[in-house]
C-alpha cells in the first residue's frame, strides 16, 4: 500500500493488489443478500474519507477519524461475528488446506484408479419414494471437504448407501429424522446434523428450514445438498448456493452426474 501511494509499482504492489481484491470479494460473498451488506459498503466509505483526509494532510479530522477506526475494529468483531464466523468456517473446509485431503486423493487415485464411485442410484430411488409419501428429506453430498465440523453434530452412522436406510433415517418416528444426512465417500457418514442456515435476506418466504440449511451448508462448501420437501414433495438440489427446484428423478440424476464430475 505504501508503494502505491508512493507512486512505486513493481511485482510485490501486484501482488497485494490482488491480495485484497481476494479479500474483498470474499467478504463480499460473505454478506451478499443480508444487511450486513450496508454495513460493509458503510465502513469501506467510512476508511475511504479517513484514507482522503490523511493523503491531504488534514491532521486533526484525520486524528479524529482515525480514533473512530481504532474503536470501531472491536464493534465491527462483534457486529460481524456470524459473518466472521462463516469465514473462517469456510478457510477451515477449503480443499488445499483440509486434512489429509491431497494426500487422501492421491492414494485413492493410485490404489483404485480415481474417485470412489457413488451409489446414485439408491439416493435417487430413495429420494422419489420420499417424494412421493411426502416424507422430508434433507441429504448432502460432500465433494472436496469431508465437513467432518458438521458430521461431529450428529450421530455418526459409517454404513453402506442402501434405499432402506436412507428411507429409514427420515422416517418420521425414527430419531434420525430431523436434521441432516451426510454422505462421504459413498457411506452414509452421520444423520442428524445440524448445518447452518442461510441468511439471505431474499430467500423465498414460503421454503422451510430444510430448504435454508441446504443453500446455508452451500454457501460455505464445495457440497451438494438435496431436499425433499414434506408439505409438497418437490424434490431440490442446491449447489454454490442456488437452489433447483421442480426436478424429476431423471433431472436430479443428470445434475448429480454433472456436478460430481466437476
Known sequence: MLNLLSGQFDWRAFIDIVLVAILLYQLYQL????????????????????????????RLFSHILGKFIDVGFIALLIVFQQELRRFF?????????S????????????MKGGKIELDLNAIIKACKN??????GALIVITRASDLKFYANTGDPIEAKITVRMIESIFYKNSPLHDG???????QLKAARCVLPVTEDSDFPAHLGMRHRAA???TENSDALAIVVSEQTGDIALAKDAR????????????????????
Open 99 to 110: 486434512q489429509g485431503s491431497l494426500v487422501k486423493r492421491f492414494m485413492e487415485w493410485n
Open 243 to 262: 437452489l433447483v427446484q421442480g426436478l424429476t428423478p431423471e433431472k436430479l440424476r443428470e445434475l448429480l452426474e454433472k456436478y460430481l464430475a466437476d
Open 180 to 186: 441432516a444426512l451426510i454422505i462421504t465417500d459413498n
Open 130 to 135: 420420499m417424494a412421493e409419501q411426502h416424507t
Open 215 to 217: 443453500v446455508g451448508i
Open 31 to 58: 454478506v451478499r443478500g443480508t444487511v450486513a451488506i450496508n454495513i460493509l459498503i458503510g465502513v469501506t466509505l467510512f476508511y475511504a474519507i479517513w484514507l482522503l483526509v490523511s493523503a491531504m494532510n488534514m
Open 89 to 97: 468456517i469456510f478457510i477451515g473446509t477449503t480443499n488445499f488446506i
